[in-house]
């Protein structure tokens, strides 16, 4: 399949895959992954990928016609879909799936509940409680992956007014304003800004991270999730900064899994 992964994208892109992986996260899983899923990760080992849905005639809390489908996780030693026993029992999803793509409230996964091998491919929404077969086998469901433009229309749209204000030399008042909102249109640009602007507003940093964590938005708390490790990584925070993150990430069910994602390195 010619432009499957995204190649400008290294998030969920794990190292190249080897038979003693595959052997390795089998045995653990119990499962036997579906060859065209064994032959797609040998070109790229999971990542964000060129299309970004899939049809669907069931309406869902995506829309009534599709759900979005950004990433493939790819097979690791302790990451991607070797995950999937934790994120079951941390979420209450079915026993006996593999997990391969999701995050949040909404999952895709292999479903091996009656099937041993080639299991179907399913959709599950938590909080929906909601369970939907999309495609017979993987390969089914990689033929039936498409560019839904309009989501691309909103993603270029969002981009573009992300790319204008990035270009902005914010001033601590402009940050502390985006950063108390919950619009992610005003919060991701202020946090790029950040990021690239990191020495001297390292307690700042520190803080707002601290306080989008508590946001009461699911959306809001997974961008801060998804920034803080990246300010983790580059040493932004202070060893007390990480511990309180990583407390308020453990006492809250909708994000805790986040704790094990990108926390676990250094604890």
């Known amino acids: 399949m ?3 992964w995204q190649e400008d994208d290294e998030t969920y892109k794990l190292v190249p895959l080897t038979a003693k992986i595959i052997e390795s996260a089998e045995e653990k899983l119990q499962v036997k992954f579906p060859k065209s899923y064994i032959k797609l990760l040998k070109k790229q080992n999971g ?146 800004y950040l990021s690239e602007n990191r020495k001297g507003n390292e307690t700042f940093i520190e803080q707002s991270m601290i306080e989008l964590l508590q946001s009461p938005v699911l959306e809001i708390k997974e961008v801060a999730a998804n920034y803080a490790n990246e300010f983790y990584k580059r040493g932004v925070f202070s060893s007390e900064g990480v511990k309180e993150m990583i407390s308020i990430i453990k006492r809250d069910n909708e994000i805790a899994y986040y704790v094990e994602m990108f926390f676990r390195q250094k604890r």
């Open 47 to 192: 990542g964000y990928i060129y299309y970004n849905a899939f049809p669907c005639d069931v309406p869902t809390s995506w829309a009534d016609d599709h759900i979005n489908v950004d990433h493939i996780l790819g097979i690791g030693e302790e990451e991607g879909v070797v995950k999937s026993e934790y994120l079951i029992n941390e979420w209450g999803l079915p026993k006996n799936i593999v997990v391969f793509s999701g995050d949040g409230h909404t999952w895709i996964a292999f479903d091996y509940r009656k099937k041993k091998s080639e299991p179907p491919i399913i959709y599950v929404d938590v909080e929906a409680d909601q369970i939907i077969e999309l495609a017979s086998d993987f390969e089914s469901f990689l033929e039936g992956l498409y560019v839904n433009e309009t989501e691309l229309e909103d993603e270029v749209e969002l981009d573009d007014t992300d790319y204008e204000q990035g270009k902005r030399n914010w001033s601590l008042d402009d940050l502390k304003s985006a950063l108390s909102t919950t619009n992610q249109r005003e919060i991701i640009p202020a946090l790029n």
């Open 2 to 4: 010619k432009n499957f």
